[in-house]
């Protein structure tokens, strides 16, 4: 870049929001003014939703969602959690843990990516057969598009009436407005967490292991040889 | 993860924290290498996570 002085396309505006008032408020704006938004949380897309189109000659504005990072309350009756979409996974976690809760959402990208993004990238985790995909954790989604906020109001974790019109933001890649807001389903607390590691002398057999294990064949013993071949 | 995977761990690992630790560790690796017989060209590993009860 500096040797051929060319700058590529890049943003010209970051915006930080720190609600959803003003996340209306700038669609709003943007509609006006023909301006592109892009809602940005962890920055770990891997879908390349986040490249800008090199020769886009609207403005280009990175909306920030990481301000937005509260948890605005958990019903420990119904077991569900109401938390602002830019709150990063680990902060998430932490947070939780005071109410002695956990969401269980665990993707490789957990300490950058934030809630928003799982929601927008349909995103997957590494203990989904436990606590689900997010597609499974997430029970409401509150987000603003150019022609209004959406929100399915549902106080409950689960409803047994109607198609779920949730299908159609999971997976939009901020293509269709700016995710404010979640509702997840929440856990309690394992009192206790024993990571375990098992060597495999290749491939095939760990994989066979992991098959048999997931569809509960594995017998619990292995735990003890796990402890011993642990490095 | 996959062998690939397993040897680029082993080179994050940090350094042993004393020479207690080193002993130990040469040990496992040649228990593991010389005793089990494992290749470590071709050796993957399994992360398990358990959850629960603390009883």
């Known amino acids: 870049m500096l040797r051929t002085s060319k700058l590529e396309r890049c943003v010209d505006y970051v915006v930080y929001i720190t609600s959803h008032e003003q996340a209306e408020f700038l669609i709003k704006a943007a509609k006006q003014f023909n301006v592109v938004l892009i809602p940005f949380g962890g920055g770990t897309n891997v879908t390349q939703s986040l490249m800008l189109e090199a020769h886009e000659k609207r403005t280009i504005v990175s909306v920030d969602m990481t301000r937005m990072n509260k948890i605005k309350w958990v019903d420990k009756n119904n077991m569900m959690a109401s938390i602002e979409a830019g709150i990063i996974g680990k902060d998430m976690e932490k947070e939780l843990s005071k109410y002695g809760v956990m969401c269980g959402h665990e993707p490789d990208s957990v300490e950058f990516s934030s809630l928003g993004g799982w929601v927008s990238t349909r995103a997957s985790g590494m203990k989904k057969n436990r606590y689900g995909n997010i597609d499974d954790i997430v029970i409401s989604i509150k987000i603003a598009t150019p022609i209004g906020t959406f929100q399915k109001t549902q106080n409950s974790p689960r409803v047994s009436s109607g198609p779920d019109i949730h299908e159609f933001i999971l997976g939009h890649e901020g293509n269709f407005g700016i995710i404010t807001e979640v509702i997840v389903k929440v856990k309690p607390l394992p009192e206790k967490k024993i990571y375990e590691s098992i060597l495999f002398h290749d491939l095939e057999v760990g994989i066979k292991f992991m098959y048999d294990g997931t569809y509960g064949f594995m017998q619990l013993e292995c735990r003890s040889f796990g402890r011993l071949a642990s490095v | ?55």
Do not use: R, W
């Open chain 2, 1 to 55: 993860m996959d062998n690939k995977q397993f040897q680029f761990g082993m080179a994050l690992k940090t350094e042993d924290k004393n020479k207690f630790h080193e002993a130990v560790n040469a040990a496992k690796k040649y228990f593991i290498t010389q005793i089990m017989n494992f290749d470590p060209n071709k050796m993957t590993l399994c992360t398990i996570l358990f959850e629960g009860s603390a009883g």
